[in-house]
Structure formats: structure tokens, C-alpha cells
């Protein structure tokens, strides 16, 4: 893999991972509908990805350092015995990333096989869309009843964590899902966002403990080519972070829905 194709691929898990149209799904659809030479078959192709996913973690993991440090200290302080709000947080970020990470281990292969299915990530791409359209109509069929994240009840944060299994599949947003799942429990758009992108964080780690020792050597011979997409893919999330956390101040998942829709229909024609 060349560095040009390694820098363009990091730029676009880093836009496509927070921006809801999965970077997952266009990560394994555009090889197929573009001059960009991959090692699409998955056992090859998802430990770079994972590279990519670690540049957003990290990304991510930097925007909310402060509040990182408050919530792992919080969470000292929870098992030492003193409650408090961000130990609570703590405590329904791990709630919220269980679901993810038993069904990610338990169906590791299954799952790998869909990166080397372009037709069927672009088809999910579309239910991407239908899904935040859905997410979209709760914020009038739901009345904001959770006015933040720390407020979630273990119940809520479990539908969010279920949520975010169906992002394990190609054409499925992370972030889409859990900010629609965030807002059908009663969050209002801007927080479920920030509790998104919170729990986009432990998730991705764990992942990349897993896959990122396979890209040593010459296993895959991707080490270069996954650093540097791995660092474009950290700046362009971080900047990604700062526009949607400012967006959903203001705008619900309505245009985001419908360029996913446009984009898996697209991808439909092309890869067909």
C-alpha cells in the first residue's frame, strides 16, 4: 500500500468515523469503485483499519482529556467508596461498551468477512440512514428527560451499548446509531453526541490491543502505511469532533440521514 492511498484512508475513517456514514463501510466499498489498491480480504485489511479506528481513539481521547482524567479519577474514588457523578459516568461508559465488545470477540471471523463485501456494505448504508431517521423522529416522540450522560440509568446506557453492536458491520455508523439510541432514551441531540463519542473511545481501544500487534513485522507489512494513515486519521477526527460537538448544538440527524441514504445508494450503482 502506498502512503498517498494510506494518508487519503486515514482522512477518511477520521471525517466518516464521527460523521455518521461509517467509516467502516466506505473504508471497504471505495477500493472497489476507485483507483485505491488495498489488501481488502479481511484478515489482511482490518488490522489497518483498526490502525485507522486507534488514530480516532486517540484523537478523541486528547479532545476530552479533561474529562477523561475526572472520570478515571471518579471512578478511583467510586471503588474506594465516595460516589460521585463522573465515577458514575465511569461506571455506565463500561455498561454501555459490554454489549460491543462480547459480540465483536464472539463473531471476530463472521464479521471480517463482510470487509471484502462492498454490495452489502453499501446496502447498510443505506439502513444507516433509515436508522437516523428513526433517531431523527424520537427527538418529537421522546421529551428530553436526560439532561446528561451521567444521568443515564444502567437500563439506558444498555440499549445504547446494544445499539452500538450493529456498528460492527460495514455500512453501520457508530456514531449514528448510538446518537439516535441516545436520543430515544431522552437525551437531547448534543449530549447524546458527546456520550457517542465517549464511548467510541474504550471500544476502539480494546480493538486495537487485539489487531494492531498483528501489523508487526511481516505479517501484513502495513506498519508504515497504518502509522501514517493512523496520524491523519487523529487530526482529522479531532477537527471532526470540534464541528459536530457545535452542530448538534443546533441541528438534529435529519441531512446526516439523508447523505447516508444518497451515499449507500451511490455506492449501490457504482459497486454493481
Request: aromatic share 10%; charged share 10%; with cysteine.
Amino acid at each position: 500500500m502506498s502512503l498517498d492511498t494510506a494518508v487519503f484512508l486515514g482522512i477518511l475513517q477520521g471525517f466518516a468515523e464521527l460523521f455518521p456514514f461509517s467509516s467502516l463501510g466506505l473504508l471497504v466499498i471505495l477500493p472497489h469503485v476507485v483507483s485505491v489498491t488495498v489488501p481488502t480480504s479481511g484478515a489482511r485489511y482490518l488490522p489497518f483499519v483498526v490502525a485507522l479506528h486507534l488514530g480516532t481513539a486517540l484523537a478523541l481521547l486528547w479532545y476530552f482529556r479533561r474529562e477523561w482524567l475526572r472520570i478515571v479519577v471518579g471512578w478511583l474514588h467510586w471503588v474506594s467508596g465516595h460516589r460521585t457523578t463522573q465515577g458514575r459516568l465511569a461506571w455506565l461508559l463500561i455498561w454501555g461498551t459490554i454489549p460491543a465488545g462480547i459480540v465483536g470477540l464472539a463473531l471476530k471471523h463472521p464479521i471480517s468477512v463482510l470487509f471484502s463485501k462492498p454490495l452489502l456494505a453499501a446496502v447498510f448504508l443505506v439502513l444507516n440512514g433509515g436508522l437516523m431517521l428513526w433517531g431523527d423522529r424520537q427527538q418529537h416522540g421522546v421529551r428530553q428527560t436526560v439532561h446528561s450522560p451521567s444521568s443515564l440509568t444502567i437500563g439506558q446506557t444498555l440499549k445504547i451499548g446494544l445499539f452500538q453492536i450493529l456498528a460492527l458491520i460495514p455500512g453501520m455508523s457508530r456514531s449514528g446509531c448510538t446518537i439516535s439510541a441516545g436520543v430515544s432514551v431522552g437525551l437531547s441531540f448534543e449530549e447524546a453526541a458527546h456520550f457517542s463519542f465517549l464511548l467510541a473511545t474504550p471500544i476502539i481501544l480494546a480493538a486495537s490491543l487485539v489487531e494492531i500487534p498483528k501489523l508487526h513485522g511481516g505479517l501484513h507489512g502495513l506498519a508504515i502505511p497504518a502509522l501514517v494513515g493512523g496520524i491523519f486519521a487523529a487530526a482529522t477526527a479531532w477537527l471532526s469532533t470540534r464541528f459536530l460537538l457545535r452542530y448538534f448544538q443546533v441541528h438534529n440527524l435529519f441531512r446526516l440521514a439523508i447523505i447516508s441514504i444518497g451515499l449507500g445508494v451511490l455506492s449501490l450503482a457504482l459497486v454493481h
